[in-house]
C-alpha cells in the first residue's frame, strides 16, 4: 500500500455541494478511479463493497451506499464529454455532406451551420439509420423492461450523432411515495422517469424526439431513415392528417390502403410538428432477411403433408439468398432490373442461375469438361428440383411474393444497414448489464455516456479527456494499461473486418448449414424412395415404383433387367454426374 498521501482531483463542485473547505470523497483520485472502474465493467456499489471487504480496505461496509454518492458527483463531467463527442460527430458528417459548398458571398456553408446563421433551405439533409435497445431480457412475446434506449447512426462517419433514454421508473419518485401521502409533493429532484406507456411503444416516441431535436437544436433535416419493418415508427414520424392538409394547401385527407385493398383514411397517429419536415423510410436488409427466415420457417413448423419435405436447410439458404442479392441492388437500377434480379432467391435454390448475380459461385461452375474432383464437390451441393418440387415451389413462390415487389425491393436498394447500432446496443449492454436495473437514477445515462464516448473516441482518448476534466494527473502504469488496452480493442477491430474474421464468424452458421443440409438430402431420399426405416436390412437401397425415378432406355439393358425380379429402375446404381439413379459413372467418365 502506498503510505503518501492520495493524489487529489480538481474539478468543480455543484452549487448545492456547501463548503468548497470541507474533504469529501471525491478531493481523491483513487476514489473516482475506484468508481469509473466498476462503471466500466458493468459493475456497481455490491461489486465494489465486496471487493474493499475481502481486501481489507476501508469503508467497505458504506461503500455501497458511497458509490451512488461519488457517480453522482461523476455524472455531469460524463455527460459533458458525450455531448461534446455526438456534437464532434455530427460535424463530420455535415461537414461530409455540405462539402466545398458556398453561399453567394463566398461563405463555406458549413462555417455558417456551425453558427447557426444558414438559411432553413440548405440546411444539411442526413440520411441515419435509427434501433433501440431495452435494457432489460425479454421472454418469448413480453416486453417489460424500465427503460430504453436508442440513438441515429450517420451515414458516411457510421458515428451516432443523437441519443435518447426513456425510463419508466425512477428510485427518487418511488421511495418518496412509499412514506408519504399521494397529497404530498415529490421534492424537486432529476427525475429519471420521462415515459408512462408501454415498453413497446418507447421505440417510436424516441426516434420521434431524436428527429425533432436535430431539426430544432442543430439545424439539420433528418431526410431517410433506416430501420426495422416498424409500422408505428412511421406512422408517428408524419404529420397528423390535419397538419398535412395544411403543409400541403389541400383539404383532402391522406389515404392508405388498408389490409383488405380498399382505399380508406389514414389513421391519424402521426405526432411530427408542423415544422419539421416528414423523413422518409427504408428497410435494413438484415431485418429484412430475418423477417424472410420467420416466415419460412412458419412453413417448417407445419405437418408433414403441407410443408412438402420443406426443411431449415431450405430456410437459411433461401434467406442467405435473398441476403446476397439485396446486396447487389442500387437506387439507379430500374424496375425490371430489379424485379429480375429478386427472381434468383427462389429460382437459385432450383439451380436455375440465370438471374444470379456476382455472388453466385454456381453460374461459373462446370463449363467445360467436367473432372471427377468436380463431380465429388457437385454431389455435396444441395439444389432442389423444380420438376420433383413443383409443390414446393409453388408455395415458396407464394412465400416470397410480398418480399420481391417493387415497392418492396425498393426499400433495400441502399448501402446503408443497423449494424453500428446493434454494435452499440451490445456494447451498452456490457456496462448496463440486462439483469439489472439502473434505470431507477442517473447510472443508467452515466454508462451509455461511456459507452457512446468509447465507441467514438477510442479507449485512450476517452480516457485522457476524462483525467484532464477530474484534473487527475495519469500515471504512467495507468498510462500503460490504457494504451495496451486501446491498442487490444483496435486490433480485434481490425482483425474482425479482415476476410479471415468474416469467415470465423460465419463459421458456426455453416456448420449448422451442414446439419441441416444432411436433414434435408434425408428428407429428398424420402421423397424418392431411396430411403426408409431399416434399410441397411435391404442391402442399402430399395427397388421402388417411384414416378421421379428414371427410366433405363436401354435395349440392351433392358433385355438384361427383363430377367430380374422386376423392370424397375435399379435404385442401387447413383451416378454422381446427372444425380439420377439407374446406372452409375465409370472410371472412364461413361454411364454404364
Not at 144 to 163: K, M, Y
Not at 469 to 482: A, K, N, P, Q, S
Not at 529 to 536: A, C, D, E, L, M
Not at 568 to 591: I, P, V
Amino acid at each position: 500500500m502506498d503510505i503518501e498521501r492520495p493524489a487529489m482531483t480538481n474539478f468543480e463542485l455543484p452549487d448545492t455541494a456547501g463548503s468548497p473547505l470541507i474533504t469529501r470523497a471525491t478531493d481523491f483520485a483513487i476514489n473516482i478511479l475506484f468508481v469509473l472502474s466498476f462503471m466500466w465493467s458493468g459493475d456497481g456499489g455490491t461489486e465494489a463493497s465486496r471487493l474493499c471487504g475481502l481486501l481489507g480496505l476501508p469503508k467497505s461496509t458504506s461503500m455501497q451506499a458511497s458509490f451512488g454518492d461519488l457517480e453522482k458527483q461523476t455524472s455531469p463531467h460524463l455527460k459533458s464529454i458525450c455531448d461534446k463527442v455526438i456534437r464532434e460527430n455530427l460535424e463530420k458528417e455535415v461537414n461530409h455532406v455540405l462539402g466545398n459548398k458556398q453561399d453567394d458571398n463566398g461563405v463555406l456553408l458549413f462555417d455558417l451551420w456551425k453558427e447557426k446563421k444558414l438559411p432553413s433551405d440548405k440546411w444539411p439533409r442526413l440520411r441515419v439509420t435509427g434501433d433501440m435497445g431495452w435494457s432489460g431480457r425479454s421472454s418469448g412475446h413480453s416486453y417489460n423492461s424500465l427503460s430504453g434506449h436508442a440513438c441515429l447512426v450517420s451515414e458516411h462517419t457510421r458515428q451516432p450523432i443523437v441519443w435518447c433514454i426513456k425510463s419508466k421508473h425512477c428510485c427518487r419518485c418511488k421511495a418518496w411515495n412509499r412514506r408519504h401521502t399521494e397529497d404530498e409533493d415529490v421534492p424537486e429532484h432529476e427525475c429519471s422517469k420521462n415515459w408512462d406507456g408501454s415498453s413497446g411503444s418507447m421505440e417510436p416516441q424516441a426516434i420521434l424526439d431524436m428527429v425533432v431535436e436535430l431539426h430544432r437544436q442543430q439545424q439539420v433535416i433528418v431526410d431517410t431513415i433506416v430501420t426495422d419493418d416498424d409500422s408505428a415508427i412511421k406512422a408517428k414520424c408524419k404529420w397528423s392528417n390535419a397538419d398535412h392538409c395544411i403543409n400541403n394547401n389541400t383539404t383532402e385527407v391522406p389515404k392508405i390502403i388498408n389490409r383488405n385493398g380498399n382505399l380508406t383514411k389514414r389513421p391519424d397517429k402521426g405526432r411530427l410538428p408542423q415544422d419539421v419536415e416528414e423523413p422518409k423510410f427504408l428497410a435494413d436488409p438484415n431485418h429484412r432477411k430475418r423477417t424472410l427466415k420467420g416466415e419460412l420457417c412458419r412453413l417448417v413448423n407445419k405437418k408433414v403433408a403441407d410443408r412438402h419435405t420443406f426443411t431449415r436447410c431450405d430456410v437459411l439458404r433461401i434467406s442467405t439468398n435473398f441476403a446476397c442479392m439485396a446486396r447487389t441492388l442500387t437506387e439507379d437500377m430500374t424496375d425490371d432490373e430489379i424485379v429480375n434480379k429478386a427472381k434468383a432467391v427462389l429460382e437459385h435454390h432450383f439451380d436455375n442461375h440465370q438471374h444470379c448475380g456476382e455472388w453466385c459461385r454456381r453460374k461459373s461452375q462446370y463449363v467445360g469438361p467436367i473432372t471427377k474432383a468436380e463431380h465429388k464437390a457437385r454431389r455435396r451441393k444441395y439444389y432442389r428440383n423444380k420438376e420433383r418440387d413443383a409443390k414446393l415451389y409453388s408455395v415458396l413462390q407464394q412465400k416470397i411474393a410480398r418480399f420481391i415487389t417493387v415497392d418492396a425491393l425498393r426499400e433495400v436498394c441502399h448501402n446503408m444497414d443497423t449494424n453500428v447500432n446493434e454494435s452499440l446496443n451490445n456494447t451498452i449492454a456490457w456496462v448496463a448489464p440486462k439483469n439489472k436495473v439502473y434505470s431507477g437514477t442517473a447510472s443508467l445515462s452515466n454508462r451509455i455516456s461511456i459507452a457512446l464516448s468509447i465507441t467514438s473516441l477510442g479507449t485512450m482518448e476517452f480516457f485522457r479527456r476524462l483525467f484532464d476534466e477530474f484534473g487527475i494527473t495519469m500515471t504512467e502504469d495507468v498510462r500503460h494499461f490504457l494504451e495496451a488496452h486501446h491498442l487490444r480493442r483496435a486490433k480485434r477491430i481490425a482483425k474482425s473486418k479482415t476476410v479471415d474474421g468474416k469467415k470465423k464468424r460465419a463459421r458456426q452458421f455453416h456448420e449448422k448449414l451442414i446439419e441441416h443440409t444432411l436433414v434435408a438430402k434425408k428428407e429428398r431420399k424420402k421423397r424418392q424412395s431411396t430411403y426408409k426405416p431399416g434399410i441397411g436390412l435391404d442391402g442399402g437401397y430399395s427397388s421402388s415404383s417411384d414416378d421421379d425415378a428414371p427410366k433405363d432406355t436401354n435395349p440392351s439393358r433392358q433385355s438384361k433387367a427383363s430377367k430380374a425380379k422386376n423392370t424397375d429402375t435399379d435404385m442401387s446404381k447413383y451416378c454422381n454426374a446427372c444425380e439420377e439413379y439407374g446406372h452409375r459413372l465409370s472410371t472412364n467418365k461413361q454411364a454404364v
